[in-house]
């Protein structure tokens, strides 16, 4: 039987997690065994958002633990905010309609101008400018995710 996310915050709940600080860093080691000996920094939103904790806590608790480690290297998606890009404001809804303000597996942000205006519309995924950026290129790289954290 191969291990589950969502099962195992279940699981944790029933053994008192968030209020059993214990609980919880058991959940965080399990993790962390499933993910290669760390806890990937974009599953703490997840995990804050399923317990209603902040994800402040749970970054303290990671701290205070010296065999739990964060690995911050989440992705990062970048949306040209300059005047002067077109469609810069649709694709920031599109992708705070379709991931959340806080998606889950990269970070989201709006740049000043990213001079490339002739090109645009102009995003940034993990240090790469994609000029003509469109949903379906956003969808791409996110689903880009996804498979490689299942292992396909």
């Known amino acids: 039987m191969s291990w589950n996310f969502e099962e195992a915050l279940s699981y944790y709940r029933t053994q008192g997690a ?8 058991n959940l965080l080691s399990e993790i962390q065994q499933e993910h290669a000996g ?18 402040t806590f749970l970054t303290a608790i990671v701290r205070r633990s010296p065999s739990l480690r964060l690995d911050t290297g ?10 002067s890009c077109p469609k ?3 694709l920031l809804e599109f992708v705070e309609k379709t991931y959340g303000k806080n998606p889950a597996g990269f970070t989201l ?5 990213m001079h490339m205006c002739g090109q645009g ?21 996110v689903d880009g995710i996804s498979k490689d954290d299942s292992g396909k």
């Open 18 to 25: 968030p209020t059993d600080q214990t609980a919880l860093k």
């Open 38 to 55: 760390t806890i990937p920094g974009w599953l703490l939103p997840r995990i804050a958002d399923a317990y209603g904790v902040k994800e």
């Open 74 to 83: 989440t992705h990062c998606l970048e949306i040209c905010g300059g005047s």
């Open 88 to 90: 810069r404001g649709h």
């Open 109 to 113: 942000k709006c740049t000043p101008c």
């Open 121 to 141: 519309p102009n995003i940034r995924w993990d240090g790469k400018i994609h000029c003509g950026a469109d949903e379906q290129l956003i969808r791409d790289l």
